[in-house]
């Protein structure tokens, strides 16, 4: 351990720190990791007067790029508008950095650092704040004669079809001729599955880790007699059996009494003679002995033997032994031939890969890197350039960097610096990525300085101390040396508090589940099963808590989506879906699987390999037979025979006639060849039903959502290079490489639902509460078995990595263990992270269970190892964990405070979770500060007419969105807010009476929210939709009266709903699935006369409406607030809240006809009419207007009840329908045509 990883690290004060030399900043989970990037970023802004395009940023996703880009330039807004006002707006940020960089000692004056601000502001699109790939990429640019790169490349996600090309090559020039040399190696490549795929692992693990040691001192010269004297041996033994077998049988019958019974009984010495008996029959000399036959050479039989007892002799028995060596020899031989090719191969390859790729103008992404590297080894000049071009450097997420990424930064910026690497070693889970945590703890070493962070601003006090207790149980607690944990504290963060009403029992804020032991100990399925149902019963039971407002983050109920339960792969995450279905709880996966690694993407080839050759009937039945298209067993099995009589009614995916299918994959492939992938992929999916087909499942968003994403990775492979051959050979690729960044699954819903998540895809991620079902998972992987000769992957005791070649036993034993604890490291990193989610509460499942017959697997886990690890060394603990008392000891020792231990609760029976509306949602439209009159700009009702209804109301000129837009426009035009027509006779209505509810327009937000959330035919739901619309839109109102607004409206829904508005049609009697609510739309206006718009109205017997003048060429935009469909027809309906008296008169026909025209909700109507119009013109086959269209109705709901009628019309109610040729004309005059 090197001097600087022995002292102890520096608290980091990020304002008053060195900007000088390497640095490495330790930033534990939730310790304001990005917040001090921030920070570092502007000291170097001020005081290093450095421009934004000089300080560098790097780190290692887009996604991550984008949000360290956004995050600096917040950062930096916030900081000028400071300076400029004098007003730091009680950010501490802010506060702090002007006490230190401008206080009284500081070099900097205000008026210098707000241009320093101001600057770098201005130039921020040019910020350097890159991915590793971007930047080497930039570097490579600045200087391509160094980097011997192409001017004009084409940039490939990886070159995995040009790797095997080379594989192929070098097998056949190479490889093919060694075989055609020395038969039995011929024989041996065959039976050990070498091919080029072989030597392309070989070199793909190469250029993964390229500055990792090849090591071969165990590899030898191939004896080149080894072949020719195991085929000698093998005729001599041959000869000697056929000749002396009955006297073989003979003799080891008679010596039965003195042979062990265990392994030399009679059985088993019959089943030696039967096993040399057919090896012989086979005659391959060089083929290894069966494990049976070994049972009758001289040196087993002289083992077998009884003490005091004559051992059997006989020659054969030593041609036996002499043939298991030679044979053995022969395999050494074979081996070091494949290994020196191998040698030979790695040796050649990487060099002809990048020679081949610069002829043909091919660069991948892990080229630029290797690019950069040896640019900066041969050309010293050039790093002195980079550091001039960026005279500091800001490395995020240095725990998941590699020996060459890090080779890059230190030839650049060390020793001067400044250079800050900042991560977390506690959080290096991405060795599958070639992270490589060693170099982390090397690049510690060299360090001028290390530093820490040490409070927690994501947990509350009580997780912060829970992640201490745990992690600190065991100094040794992370396994590797150098890599240890120190104590955080709580940080002072306001939170909402987290209220459990509904807690069972007194429990800890960290909560430990035991599995059962001893004898009630389960199987590992059956323990993961039982945890996932407790985890979903404990989920269900504050998802009920919270619809009853009893389980909440301060005022706001628990939802869905503030839980998340984290699993290691993505068979446990689909274990914990079905469970969690099956309590009625949705969820949705995140994962950083491939979505070509699904069941889909397999389909999918299967499919396009169809379209490709539709007369080959082997691929089309092979493409039908998937679940995309619904044939049974039945219909394959018809079109197998040549029989298409498919069940009457059938549609055309249920059709099994063969010749049918071929055409319409025939005209499939026409649309590709002629139109391309995208049109022809609408046209299958619309044709035959894939989506509809595939919702109807339990995982049906989950595979429409994968292969959305496939079409659309497809589709951009095939508009960068045609043909439906290379698109075919590209998806193959994926398949077996698994695609990038941009082939990780995807989310497959936007709703608020629990997450499901795995340990990679949470971390810098957190939740509200955190399940961890699976982390008492022991097992770890062996190193994966080959026939071939591998190398074996380990870090030496320098920390450097190492590919072994030839290992001796002695030293693949020594590797094999050093990579297990490798592997365990990085398991009880993964265990940080998941515990590390949390922000108030967090579940855990600990305890044993059986594998294998055994309990060894679960209690040698790492979870234990935290906890109960402290005063044994791993390797004593991976051969022989402590037994279940010991560390059922430790968890006890554990608990306290805000730990608890207790059994895993078994529910009692599955009370499924009832459908619910989660009322915490609130959707908000961002609000514009400024009205932009731009030549294309995008309009609604609201901005048409903002002219007259600021004239109207008088008031000032306000941005568009700041009216409400397209719902009730302004509520009210008086100087008290309404609108007043003469009532007939006046009421003092009752305290739950609508006409009691407050005015204006906070209140018809409300209204309408509460229409909204209603679902008309459940009545018992309208008292939650009152409850949610007046959270999601709160209403100002005196307590008497504040507690009175849910039963106002509650009866202003069932009024509402139970009024018959048009005959024959109540809103309670319709079925829900005909109700659209808030549908929006866009459609273009690229040339609007506004002018002529009016006088169309007019014509029409419309009221004149004072538009802005002028022409609109742009959008027209808007929200509908519910369409239904009743017999066949569809009706719009617009909620209005507008005050119009308080007797039925006053909503009466006359009354909302001078509302209507007053706020212009004609042209309102008209516009959604328009909208509908559209809308199921492109949706309906056989559309119509006057079949489809039933018209408006504009319900001003405080008048809208089942008594009230005026005039012979229902109270409140406005119905219109325009008259075809008005819609017509309208649609017309939207796209810049005449009226």
């Not at 031989?333 to 002829?359: C, F, N, S, V, Y």
């Not at 002695?810 to 922000?839: C, D, F, G």
């Not at 009354?1151 to 007053?1158: G, H, K, N, P």
């Amino acid at each position: 351990m090197s001097a600087v990883s022995q002292q102890q690290a520096l608290e980091l004060d990020v304002f008053a720190c060195p900007l000088d030399g390497v640095n490495q900043i330790e930033a534990s989970a939730g310790t304001g990791k990005t917040w001090n990037i921030c920070a570092l970023y502007v000291r170097l802004l001020l005081e290093k007067d450095l421009g934004a395009d000089e300080i560098l940023v790097v780190t290692f996703t887009k996604a991550a790029t984008a949000e360290l880009h956004e995050r600096i330039r917040s950062r930096l807004a916030q900081l000028a508008h400071a300076l400029d006002t004098g007003d730091d707006g009680g950010d501490p940020f802010i506060a702090r950095l002007l006490e230190t960089t401008l206080g009284d000692d500081g070099a900097l004056d205000s008026e210098t650092a707000a241009k320093r601000i101001r600057r770098a502001l201005r130039a921020f699109d040019q910020a350097a704040i890159h991915t590793i790939h971007a930047f080497c990429q930039r570097a490579l640019q600045e200087a391509p004669f160094a980097a011997a790169m192409p001017f004009a490349f084409d940039m490939e996600a990886d070159d995995a079809s040009l790797r095997f090309e080379l594989a192929a090559d070098f097998w056949r020039t190479r490889v093919e001729p060694a075989a055609a040399r020395w038969p039995g190696f011929a024989t041996w490549l065959v039976e050990s599955g070498a091919g080029p795929a072989a030597l392309d692992a070989q070199l793909a693990r190469r250029l993964k880790k390229p500055l990792a040691a090849l090591r071969w001192d165990g590899v030898t010269e191939p004896d080149e007699s080894a072949e020719a004297a195991a085929a000698e041996c093998f005729a001599e033994a041959a000869r000697m059996w056929a000749a002396e077998r009955d006297a073989i049988d003979a003799l080891l019958r008679a010596a039965q009494p003195v042979l062990n019974q265990r392994s030399h009984k009679p059985d088993a010495v019959a089943d030696a003679l039967a096993a040399w008996a057919v090896h012989f029959e086979q005659g391959d000399a060089t083929a290894a002995l069966p494990k049976a036959a070994l049972k009758l050479t001289q040196t087993a039989l002289t083992k077998a033997t009884k003490k005091g007892g004559a051992t059997p002799a006989h020659a054969f028995f030593d041609v036996a032994d002499a043939l298991e060596a030679a044979v053995a020899a022969a395999e050494a031989a074979q081996r070091a031939r494949w290994l020196a090719l191998i040698a030979e191969w790695l040796d050649m390859a990487p060099g002809e890969l990048a020679e081949r790729k610069r002829t043909r103008r091919v660069v991948s992404f892990d080229d630029l890197l290797a690019n950069l590297y040896h640019a900066l080894h041969a050309h010293p000049w050039l790093a002195e350039t980079l550091r001039a071009r960026y005279p500091a450097a800001l490395i995020d997420e240095f725990q998941d960097t590699d020996p060459l990424q890090f080779a890059i930064f230190d030839r650049i910026f060390a020793p001067r610096g400044p250079l800050f690497l900042v991560g977390d070693p506690k959080q290096a889970i991405y060795s599958f990525r070639a992270a490589d945590l060693h170099t982390y703890l090397a690049a510690r070493a060299r360090a001028s300085a290390c530093y820490t962070l040490a409070v927690n601003q994501r947990s509350t006090p009580a997780i912060v101390e829970a992640c201490n207790r745990f992690f600190l149980s065991n100094p040794r607690a992370f396994v590797l040396d150098g890599l240890d944990y120190y104590a955080v504290r709580a940080g002072t963060r306001v939170r909402a508090p987290f209220v459990d009403e509904t807690d069972p029992g007194p429990a800890g804020d960290f909560r430990v589940w035991a599995l059962p032991g001893g004898e009630g100990t389960l199987l590992k399925r059956d323990a993961q099963a039982q945890a996932a149902q407790a985890c979903a019963a404990e989920i269900a039971r504050l998802m009920r808590g919270a619809r009853e407002g009893r389980v909440r983050l301060g005022e706001s109920p628990l939802s869905p989506g503030d839980i998340a339960v984290l699993v290691q792969t993505h068979r446990q995450g689909s274990l914990v879906k079905r469970v969690l279905a099956t309590w009625g709880i949705g969820s949705v996966e995140l994962a950083q699987a491939s979505v070509f690694s699904t069941g889909d993407a397999e389909q999918l080839e299967r499919v396009l390999a169809a379209i490709d050759a539709p007369g080959d009937l082997r691929r089309l039945r092979a493409a039908l037979a998937s679940d995309w298209f619904g044939l049974d067993a039945g219909a394959l099995w018809r079109m197998e025979q040549g029989d298409g009589d498919a069940p009457s009614g059938a549609s055309a995916a249920d059709s099994a006639d063969a010749m049918s299918w071929v055409e319409r994959f025939s005209r499939y492939r026409l649309l590709w060849r002629e139109r391309g992938f995208a049109v022809m992929w609408r046209t299958f999916t619309r044709e035959l039903r894939i989506a509809e087909r595939l919702m109807a499942g339990a995982d049906g968003e989950r595979r429409v959502t994968d292969i959305n994403h496939l079409a659309e990775l497809t589709q951009a492979r095939a508009s960068a290079q045609p043909g439906i051959a290379p698109t075919l050979r590209w998806l193959a690729a994926q398949r077996l490489d698994g695609g990038g960044e941009e082939a990780q699954l995807r989310l497959e819903s936007d709703r608020n639902l629990v997450q499901i998540v795995t340990v990679h895809k949470s971390k810098g991620l957190e939740y509200a509460v955190v399940f961890c079902p699976f982390l008492n998972d022991g097992g770890l992987r062996e190193p994966p078995s080959s026939a071939l000769p591998d190398a074996r992957e380990y870090h030496d005791e320098a920390g450097d990595a190492v590919l072994h070649y030839g290992c001796d036993d002695e030293a693949a034993a020594h590797a094999a263990r050093q990579a297990l604890r490798e592997q365990a490291a990085e398991r009880a990193r993964l265990v940080y992270v998941a515990l590390t989610r949390a922000v108030y509460r967090c579940y855990v499942v600990a305890g044993p269970y059986l594998s294998s017959r055994s309990t060894r697997e679960a209690r040698r886990s790492v979870l234990n190892w935290l906890v109960a690890g402290a005063g044994h060394a791993f390797d004593a603990w991976l051969d022989e964990p402590p037994d279940e008392a010991a560390l059922e000891a430790a968890w006890r020792a554990l608990a306290g405070g805000p730990v608890s231990v207790a059994p895993l609760p078994v529910p009692a029976r599955r009370e499924r979770l009832a459908a619910g509306h989660d009322a915490s949602q609130t959707l908000a439209a961002r609000h514009a500060t400024r009205v932009l009159r731009d030549a294309w700009r995008m309009a609604s009702f609201s901005s048409l007419t903002a002219s007259m209804a600021r004239e109207e109301a008088g008031v000032a000129a306000v941005p568009d969105d700041e009216l409400r837009p397209d719902h009730d426009a302004l509520a009210a035009v008086t100087p008290d807010g309404e609108l007043i027509f003469a009532d007939t006779v006046a009421t003092d209505p009752p305290d739950d009476d609508i006409l009691v509810f407050p005015r204006g327009a906070a209140a018809g937000e409300c209204l309408h929210r509460l229409f909204e959330l209603s679902r008309f035919t459940e009545p018992e739901s309208w008292h939650a939709a009152a409850l949610g619309a007046l959270h999601d839109r709160p209403v100002e109102a005196e307590p008497a009266l504040a507690a009175r607004l849910p039963a106002m409206m509650v009866r202003l829904v069932d009024d509402v709903v139970h009024t018959e508005l048009v005959p024959g049609m109540r809103l309670v009697d319709l079925d829900p699935a005909k109700r659209l609510d808030e549908m929006g739309f866009l459609f273009p206006a690229p040339s609007l006369d506004l002018l002529a718009l009016r006088r169309l109205l007019v014509a029409h017997g419309y009221p004149d409406v004072a538009l802005e003048a002028g022409t609109l060429a742009g959008f027209i935009k808007g929200f509908i607030d519910m369409i239904v469909e009743h017999d066949g027809r569809f009706w719009i309906v617009d909620w209005k809240s507008n005050h119009l008296g308080t007797t039925p008169d006053a909503y009466g026909p006359r009354a909302l006809d001078v509302a209507m025209a007053d706020h212009a909700y004609h042209l309102q109507a008209l516009l959604y009419t328009v909208a509908l119009h559209r809308y199921l013109r492109g949706r309906l086959p056989d559309y119509d207007y006057d079949t489809h269209i039933a018209g408006y109705l504009y319900l001003f709901v405080r008048g809208v009840r089942p008594g009230w009628r005026s005039g012979g019309e229902p109270a409140g109610v406005h119905a219109r329908r325009p008259a075809r040729a008005l819609v017509d004309a309208l649609d017309r005059m939207m796209e810049g045509g005449r009226a």
